[in-house]
T-cell receptor, first 110, second 113 residues
Framework: DAKTTQPPSMDCAEGRAANLPCNHSTISGNEYVYWYRQIHSQGPQYIIHGLKNNETNEMASLIITEDRKSSTLILPHATLRDTAVYYCIVRVAIKGDMRFGAGTRLTVKP | DTEVTQTPKHLVMGMTNKKSLKCEQHMGHRAMYWYKQKAKKPPELMFVYSYEKLSINESVPSRFSPECPNSSLLNLHLHALQPEDSALYLC????????????FGNGTRLTVT
């Protein structure tokens, strides 16, 4: 059973913010939300993760709703190089498994 | 460039061949992972090692045999594969099971003829 639901595809204009939603309505209290992206023919690249609070790093911001049932990954100024498949994953930190859902294919257009 | 190195980058093998995929990391991580990714699909977890011991096997056929000879190395031995096993095989590592993220290599593109 999929733990997360993401739109299959999204477009974004270059230079604009890309907001990628993820629904994880059955998330448990000890599950973290992780975001990865995969550019064609490369391995998945870690972007950001969080438990309850919003997080920001040099790549992106992660906004988690107060009830933790959904989150949004924000790429503040999308570039053509941000075109990729973005995966939202929920995972219990002390367990070894990290399982990917179908992801969102983001296309950044000039 | 990634901190997880996989070799070879590409491999073509026949169904009767025996080959091995290799993965190496020098980040001091104690958990290592194998994933299989078919075209246009997400990565699928195959095996997880923790402190050089197999902790998760996702019911992978025995023609795939993982090995973790030390904390820096992870191998995947292949024997009698089928054409449908053609895929991108990804290795990842992480600190022992914690919130720290997985770091992935760029994979080995395997073609079985």
């Amino acid at each position: 059973d999929a733990k997360t639901t993401q739109p299959p595809s999204m477009d974004c204009a270059e230079g604009r913010a890309a907001n990628l939603p993820c629904n994880h309505s059955t998330i448990s209290g000890n599950e973290y939300v992780y975001w990865y992206r995969q550019i064609h023919s490369q391995g998945p690249q870690y972007i950001i993760h969080g438990l309850k609070n919003n997080e920001t790093n040099e790549m992106a911001s992660l906004i988690i709703t107060e009830d933790r049932k959904s989150s949004t990954l924000i790429l503040p100024h999308a570039t053509l190089r941000d075109t990729a498949v973005y995966y939202c994953i929920v995972r219990v930190a002390i367990k070894g498994d990290m399982r990917f859902g179908a992801g969102t294919r983001l296309t950044v257009k000039p | 460039d990634t901190e997880v190195t996989q070799t070879p980058k590409h491999l073509v093998m026949g169904m009767t061949n025996k080959k091995s995929l290799k993965c190496e990391q020098h980040m001091g991580h104690r958990a290592m992972y194998w994933y299989k990714q078919k075209a246009k699909k997400p990565p699928e977890l195959m095996f997880v090692y923790s402190y050089e011991k197999l902790s998760i096997n996702e019911s992978v056929p025995s023609r795939f045999s993982p090995e973790c000879p030390n904390s820096s190395l992870l191998n995947l031995h292949l024997h009698a594969l089928q054409p449908e096993d053609s895929a991108l095989y990804l290795c990842a590592s992480s600190q022992e099971f914690s919130e720290s993220p997985l770091h992935f290599g760029n994979g080995t593109r395997l073609t079985v003829t």
